[in-house]
T-cell receptor, first 110, second 113 residues
Framework: NAGVTQTPKFQVLKTGQSMTLQCAQDMNHNSMYWYRQDPGMGLRLIYYSASEGTTDKGEVPNGYNVSRLNKREFSLRLESAAPSQTSVYFC?????????FGQGTRLTVV | TQLLEQSPQFLSIQEGENLTVYCNSSSVFSSLQWYRQEPGEGPVLLVTVVTGGEVKKLKRLTFQFGDARKDSSLHITAAQPGDTGLYLCAGAAGGTSYGKLTFGQGTILTVHP
């Protein structure tokens, strides 16, 4: 059982470049989330999707867009990467009482 | 905006010692979760507490949810090097924000042999 799969695992971008982080879950969960993790700041919510066809902003949405492609897939797009977006990004899907996380994408913007 | 203050941020102890990590908020949560994260991996759920005053035990780990459902603690008895990792508390909101988690800043625990 794969759970939550994120790609890529590592990425280096130049300032101004764009990229999409992919996420897929096989647990038939309705809700999916994108977080970023920075030292000393825990996990901060970027965007979430409570169900297929809906997306909402979280705590730190600026500079990001998301697409809930279907029930399984939830992608995060950086249109014009900035050094402040250097972080580790986690996708998660939520069951009733538990969040399941992917392994993370370590993104560096130079 | 709901905030969770987690303390301490760093904890370095010797094998066999006991420790407590605290998670405090001025907001009420419908449930409180504790996660453990190892380097290069995503957080993994340890426990969920739902009822005010609830105490749950997981081997040497004891989790408590405050009576008012605003705070929680994680106590580890006789810590072992295998307990080393990042511990995160997360509060779940109810109502229209159902499912959204607010995370504390995390506690980096290092247990020395």
């Amino acid at each position: 059982n794969a759970g939550v799969t994120q790609t890529p695992k590592f990425q280096v971008l130049k300032t101004g470049q764009s990229m999409t982080l992919q996420c897929a879950q096989d647990m038939n969960h309705n809700s999916m989330y994108w977080y970023r993790q920075d030292p000393g700041m825990g996990l901060r919510l970027i965007y979430y999707s409570a169900s297929e066809g809906t997306t909402d902003k979280g705590e730190v949405p600026n500079g990001y867009n998301v697409s809930r492609l279907n029930k399984r897939e939830f992608s995060l797009r950086l249109e014009s990467a900035a050094p402040s977006q250097t972080s580790v990004y986690f996708c998660a899907s939520h069951g009733y009482t538990e969040a399941f996380f992917g392994q993370g994408t370590r993104l560096t913007v130079v | 905006t709901q905030l969770l203050e987690q303390s301490p941020q760093f904890l370095s102890i010797q094998e066999g010692e006991n420790l407590t990590v605290y998670c405090n908020s001025s907001s009420v949560f419908s449930s409180l979760q504790w996660y453990r994260q190892e380097p290069g991996e995503g957080p993994v759920l340890l426990v969920t507490v739902v009822t005010g005053g609830e105490v749950k035990k997981l081997k040497r780990l004891t989790f408590q949810f405050g009576d008012a459902r605003k705070d929680s603690s994680l106590h580890i008895t006789a810590a072992q090097p295998g307990d080393t990792g990042l511990y995160l508390c997360a509060g779940a909101a109810g109502g229209t924000s159902y499912g959204k988690l607010t995370f504390g800043q995390g506690t980096i625990l290092t247990v020395h042999p």
